[in-house]
């Protein structure tokens, strides 16, 4: 074994054994509950007629019409039922693989900020809380979605505050991050990722962040993987398709018109918010109430702080809006907490 990557295995050991022990909380008798829950017949029946079918460019359910949602998870879960065979337990392999990717990631964000013990106690909260438990073990988009918004968020966090030593890089990944996250739910990923971002511009009053995050070449990974795939689309069924996609299921969903949630009250969100974070709840109401020393906190810590913080706030702002909630809308959302 190199001597580097021996060295390596060495200095984060901890995570390496959380990751295992992750792997057997997220994947043991992940196919035991033999009945699909929430809306995860949708991606099953349609990653099962996507390999028996050889429709890769509109997989969906028999129930669905075609572009109902975007293809990446249907992708995903049809290479795993090409290798494990089609069963529950297949369909769902894929959410517990990216739950295991977005401790990576929570991991990294809390070593670049803090130390190992920020970065492993993290993740040790994350894979233990209730909705991100839970939804790494059901064959729905929303844990790719989490991967992909976390990844672009941990990049450009770590290029603003300067704990990088590639800034270049990491900006035009997360942007390509965002690319792959529009593939996997659509233009809500570009609305989780973008608008913390934008809030920080708001609230710092400073332009100079776009510049560091590289916007045209960002843009131009973002296109060249997005936007193949609805050319395509376009090229072979038309426009139809993308009209039910981003007006029928998308406008539609958020305006209420076909699936109506807004006699939900305002306080729903950050009450759903919370109950998703159990049993950890009580620690991040201890932590929001530490926030009234905020004057004491030195110049770097409030800037990680509030970048979190609006990573946080923002999805609450956006589904305040929207005629239609649903509690794991806030899933992306439960990488920031810890």
């Known amino acids: 074994m190199p001597r580097n990557l021996f060295s390596a295995i060495k200095t984060h050991q901890g995570i390496l054994l959380l990751l295992f022990l992750a792997s057997l909380l997220f994947l043991t008798n992940i196919g035991s509950y033999g009945q699909l829950l929430r809306a995860e017949t949708n991606f099953s029946m349609g990653a099962r007629m ?93 844990m790719l979605l989490t991967l992909c918004v976390t990844a672009a968020l941990v990049c450009w966090m ?49 332009l100079s962040i776009l510049k560091r995050l590289k916007p045209i070449q960002g843009s131009a990974v973002f296109l060249v993987i997005a936007a193949p795939y ?59 109430g530490s926030l009234v020393h905020w004057r004491k906190l030195d110049s770097t810590t409030k800037h990680q702080l509030r970048f979190i913080l609006l990573w946080i706030i923002s999805p609450i702002i956006f589904f305040s809006l929207s005629n239609f909630k649903l509690d794991y809308y806030f899933l992306p959302v439960m990488p920031g907490w810890p």
């Open 158 to 206: 770590l290029v603003l505050t300067g704990r990088t030593e590639h800034p270049q890089l990491l900006a035009i990944i997360g942007s390509g991050a965002v690319g792959v996250g529009f593939l996997a739910k659509g233009p809500i990923a570009l609305v989780l990722a973008l608008l913390p971002l934008c809030l920080e511009i708001i609230v710092t009053r400073d």
């Open 50 to 142: 996507l390999v028996e079918t050889q429709e890769f460019l509109l997989p969906h359910a028999p129930h669905e019409r075609p572009l109902n949602k975007t293809p990446l998870q249907n992708w995903l879960i049809g290479i795993s039922y090409m290798i494990f065979g089609f069963s529950h337990g297949a369909s769902r392999v894929p959410s517990a693989l990216c739950g295991l990717g977005v401790l990576v990631l929570v991991y990294i964000l809390g070593v670049r900020l803090r130390d190992q013990r920020i970065g492993l106690a993290a993740s040790a909260m994350l894979s233990t809380s209730y909705i991100f438990w839970s939804f790494s073990r059901l064959c729905m988009p929303d």
């Open 230 to 288: 609805f050319l395509l689309v376009y090229a072979f069924h038309g426009i139809e398709p993308l009209h039910n996609f981003f007006i029928g299921e998308n406008l539609s969903r958020f305006t209420g018109k076909n699936y109506n949630t807004s006699n939900m009250m305002f306080v729903y969100e950050s009450s759903a918010l919370l109950a998703n974070f159990a049993p950890w709840t009580p620690l991040i109401i201890v932590a929001f």
